[in-house]
T-cell receptor, first 114, second 111 residues
Framework: NAGVTQTPKFQVLKTGQSMTLQCAQD?????MYWYRQDPGMGLRLIYY???????DKGEVPNGYNVSRLNKREFSLRLESAAPSQTSVYFC?????????????FGSGTRLTVV | KNEVEQSPQNLTAQEGEFITINCSYS?????LHWLQQHPGGGIVSLFM???GKKKHGRLIATINIQEKHSSLHITASHPRDSAVYIC?????????????FGTGTLLAVQP
């Protein structure tokens, strides 16, 4: 099925451990995004990629790195996890403005850092 | 003050009722999105609109650009409509479609 695929769905890390969240889309979208969702707050943008080979910081980039491996894949890396990074992470991709729906989200990764 | 405000934060309705969720924003936008998130679930895009009104099944979304306000209406509500409804805006420009999100409206439709 067409869409955005995120892995893993759940992860528990110890403080200081590293991990990479994977995201792939098969809709030929140019733009991809990583957001985090915390209780009582709207989703916040961590990093985004306007096109293959480019990445830019969003609202809350500290503690994260990203790689736009190709047009399909956009990964998010936590080099040294901290409890403040406990959150639900969503990858998304979008078409240019003017499309009907604009955005497609992955199913989310629930990360707990202990 | 958040750039995107939704009201109400929580809403309980009886099955069959007409529901309205409101969204106000304080920035210039190129588009407004309505999203749906079921508990523990992913996020689904319902509408993206930049003017006027869109309808999909029992869902209707309207936007008033001059007043910086949008509403999401659900007609003949059903318990399966229970979810968090999220308003988000694109500030637009350039090749990306970065979104600014409201905090969501938790809707519970009781049978």
């Amino acid at each position: 099925n067409a869409g955005v695929t995120q892995t893993p769905k759940f992860q528990v890390l110890k403080t200081g451990q590293s991990m990479t969240l994977q995201c792939a889309q098969d809709m030929n979208h140019n733009s991809m995004y990583w957001y985090r969702q915390d209780p009582g707050m709207g989703l916040r943008l961590i990093y985004y990629s306007a096109s293959e080979g480019t990445t830019d910081k969003g609202e809350v980039p500290n503690g994260y790195n990203v790689s736009r491996l190709n047009k399909r894949e956009f990964s998010l890396r936590l080099e040294s996890a901290a409890p403040s990074q406990t959150s639900v992470y969503f990858c998304a991709s979008s078409e240019v403005l003017g499309s009907t729906y604009g955005y497609t989200f992955g199913s989310g990764t629930r990360l707990t850092v202990v | 003050k958040n750039e995107v405000e939704q009201s109400p934060q929580n809403l309980t309705a009886q099955e069959g009722e007409f529901i309205t969720i409101n969204c106000s924003y304080s920035v210039g936008i190129s588009a407004l999105h309505w999203l749906q998130q079921h508990p523990g679930g992913g996020i689904v895009s319902l509408f993206m609109l930049s003017s006027g009104k869109k309808k999909h099944g029992r869902l209707i979304a309207t936007i008033n650009i001059q007043e910086k306000h949008s509403s999401l209406h659900i007609t003949a509500s059903h318990p399966r409509d229970s979810a968090v409804y999220i308003c988000a805006v694109s500030k637009g420009g350039g090749a990306t479609n970065k979104l600014i999100f409201g905090t969501g409206t938790l809707l519970a439709v009781q049978p």
